[in-house]
Structures are given as structure tokens and as C-alpha cells.
Nanobody, 120 residues
Framework: QVQLVESGGGLVQAGGSLRLSCAASGIPFSRSAVAWYRQAPNKDRLLVAT???????RYADSVRGRFSIYRDNAKHTVDLQMNSLKPEDTAVYYC??????????????WGKGTLVIVSS
């Protein structure tokens, strides 16, 4: 049974940092591309970062240079380090796992999300 559990969200002041983590089980972790998405209130879910099983990470323009995605194949975790946070980063953040080594939304598995609030 696939289980993805995000943690690390919370309230932070603008300019601060948070590190989100996603623990995965029931998935062939090392063969799965991973991603972080976020959904602000009344907005669509948008891509934040992806990391395939080979190659480097990709980031949304809005977070490039501030956020970093990491995966630990031994611990089965995917982290999102978020620095220089802005109020517009406020959202529920979701981790996703693809069914293959290249990120693809179709058929992806999702966690329930963790809320990040950035105060001004």
C-alpha cells in the first residue's frame, strides 16, 4: 500500500526558511521520479520542483534559486528546502511520486499535504 506523508510545514516570517520532508512507503522509491507541488487558497495546484531518477532537478521560475529538492534513496524521503520565503509562497505543499523514472502527473501518487504560511 502506497503511503506518502509530508511534514515540516508551519508558520514562518518572510525571509525565513523551512524544510519540508516527505516519507514514502509502498513505492519502488529509487525508480520513481518525485515532485513537490503547491496549492494556494482558491488557486490551482502548481509545480514547485521535480527530480527524476537521473539528471538534475527542475524548478518553477517563482522558486528557482530559493528552493532545493533532495531525495534520499536510503531513507525513502524527499525534502524541499525553502529559503528566503515570501508571503506568496503560502500554500499547501504536496509531494508526488511518479510511476516511472521521469516525472509525469498521470497516475502519480500524492500525499495529503502540509501547510506553509509565510507572514509579512
Amino acid at each position: 500500500q502506497v503511503q506518502l506523508v509530508e511534514s515540516g510545514g508551519g508558520l514562518v516570517q518572510a525571509g525565513g526558511s523551512l524544510r519540508l520532508s516527505c516519507a514514502a512507503s509502498g513505492i519502488p522509491f529509487s525508480r520513481s521520479a518525485v515532485a513537490w507541488y503547491r496549492q494556494a487558497p482558491n488557486k490551482d495546484r502548481l509545480l514547485v520542483a521535480t527530480l527524476n531518477t537521473s539528471g538534475g532537478p527542475r524548478y518553477a521560475d517563482s522558486v528557482r534559486g530559493r528552493f532545493s529538492i533532495y531525495r534520499d534513496n536510503a531513507k525513502h524521503t524527499v525534502d524541499l528546502q525553502m529559503n528566503s520565503l515570501k508571503p506568496e509562497d503560502t500554500a499547501v505543499y504536496y509531494c508526488g511520486f511518479a510511476r516511472g523514472g521521469v516525472w509525469d502527473l498521470r497516475g502519480a501518487y500524492w500525499g495529503k499535504g502540509t501547510l506553509v504560511i509565510v507572514s509579512s
